[in-house]
């Protein structure tokens, strides 16, 4: 459980002081009643904590960077409540400055608790973050494997800028006469004096009939066995009216400084660990997936989506041939825009599944919970229940909305206590109150699961019963 010993009041703590320790008190017994609740806390809990495991996923944000200010002080004792309810946390969005995250650890206690994180991904994409994994070590065991994920070159994402002409001086199309390039799906745009321009890269299909005069250093490349001609100088002479320029035995070759690679890894390094919890082994994947807007950034979401959960699937029938009860799980923050959407679908391809203890909450993850972002999926695979002596066996699951108990608004905060005593702490007023408190805790809401980890009954069941 949390360490609270800094919250006790000292006899020489000025008044401010005290007052602050005893609002941050009654804030967290409001929010471990609310857990409490929220999980189905009872008095045979002991007995089932020892039979369950608790796993969950949070994308808390932008954790912690000097944004607004960063994290106060009680916001971080109300992360550790929270965390401390759980036995394994997948944790999104963790910056590189681990200093707060450390802190975080010290309240939750650092000999019962422990945490294993990524570098960061570099690049705009990867935003500089982490993903890390906290766990108690009376409950889970880091099992020695961990590893980014990164696709083989065959299998990598491709965008909108893949194999693109970039020769701004030598590259020129001719379209067919009366030709209207039009987009019908939705695109990303942004006002700009007046204008409307992109806010991400289009792709128009050209018509049939385009001419495209090439750039400079271009080529053209004939695969041996070509029939040519030699004149009486000796040079190769190639007839271009006896047979077509590009067909089956002749290519163009373009000039590689003229050609974009628009060949990706994921926007965010996928991170996977073994954890041993009783008799269950699990293999998880955490994931903050490529976010975008309009048509082309949906559309590279959903292709990260899509190779992850194949990428995960070989692994995971691979393994399932050594041991077949290693249990691959994915979860975290994938942009799932919604259950009927086809992100969704997606996340749902190569034998993975999101149970339905999860799937059918009717709320999002998201703080105005309207949307799908955050999930967790298993492996299905070619087998269907148990196998060997385990199974993937959920128990309890849902979504837990800290805002109903700390930094409230709205019919959740009586009298507008808790927007009054932050609103004076903001010290930037063009930052709402809303936006402002998702800096101290997060727009995202944990999600989690029980997962069953004592099979001893079945096993020796299994030997009783054996002819």
């Not at 471990?32 to 002991?46: C, G, M, N, P, T």
């Not at 290519?251 to 390094?269: C, E, H, N």
């Not at 391809?349 to 203890?357: A, D, H, L, Y």
């Not at 009298?415 to 932050?422: I, K, T, V």
């Amino acid at each position: 459980m949390p360490m609270y010993a800094s919250l006790s009041i000292g006899k020489n703590d000025s008044d401010e002081i005290k007052a602050w320790k005893k609002r941050t008190a009654d804030r967290l017994l409001s929010l471990r009643k609310a857990l409490h609740e929220h999980l189905a806390v009872s008095s045979s809990d002991a007995q089932r904590r020892q039979q369950w495991l608790r796993l969950a996923t949070w994308n808390i944000r932008e954790f912690d960077s000097a944004k607004y200010g960063g994290r106060s002080r009680e916001a971080l004792f109300f992360i550790a409540e929270i965390i401390s309810h759980f036995d394994l946390v997948a944790l999104q969005e963790v910056r590189q400055d681990l200093k707060t995250l450390k802190v975080v650890m010290g309240i939750l206690g650092n000999n019962d608790w422990d945490y294993i994180a990524t570098d960061i991904t570099t690049g705009d994409s990867g935003n500089g973050e982490r993903m890390v994994f906290v766990y108690n070590k009376r409950m889970v065991g880091f099992t020695g494997i961990a590893g980014e994920v990164v696709l083989e070159q065959e299998e990598e994402i491709a965008d909108a800028l893949d194999r693109c002409f970039m020769d701004s001086a030598g590259l020129k199309l001719e379209l067919p006469l009366g030709t209207r390039l039009e987009q019908s799906e939705l695109v990303a745009l942004r006002k700009y004096r007046g204008k409307l321009l992109l806010k991400e890269n289009l792709q128009l299909p050209l018509p049939f009939g385009t001419k495209v005069v090439l750039p400079a250093g271009s080529s053209l490349v004939l695969k041996e066995g070509t029939e040519v001609a030699v004149s009486n100088e000796g040079n190769v002479l190639l007839d271009t009216t006896a047979m077509p320029i590009c067909g089956k035995d002749a290519f163009v070759q373009l000039d590689p400084k003229a050609l974009t690679k628009g060949k990706l890894q994921f926007a965010r390094s996928p991170f996977l660990v073994t954890f041993r919890s009783g008799w269950l082994k699990l293999m998880l994947c955490t994931v903050h997936i490529y976010y975008g807007s309009g048509n082309v950034g949906v559309k590279r979401r959903n292709e990260e989506i899509k190779k992850l959960t194949a990428f995960l699937s070989r692994r995971a029938m691979a393994e399932h041939d050594s041991d077949a009860e290693n249990f691959f799980f994915l979860l975290g923050d994938f942009n799932i825009i919604g259950k009927k959407h086809v992100t969704w679908q997606s996340l749902h391809s190569n034998g993975f599944k999101v149970p339905e203890q999860l799937a059918e909450i009717p709320e999002g993850s998201n703080v105005e919970r309207d949307k799908a972002y955050d999930q967790i999926a298993y492996w299905e695979g070619v087998e269907q229940g148990k196998r060997g002596s385990t199974a993937v066996d959920v128990g309890n699951a849902g979504i837990f909305d800290y805002y109903k108990e700390v930094f409230r608004e709205g019919s959740d905060d009586p009298g507008g206590e808790d927007e009054r005593y932050y609103t004076g702490k903001i010290k930037n007023p063009k930052v709402s109150y809303r936006e402002w408190r998702t800096y101290q805790m997060s727009d995202h809401l944990p999600m989690w699961l029980e997962l069953r980890t004592d099979f001893g009954n079945d096993y020796l069941d299994g030997i009783v019963s054996e002819t």
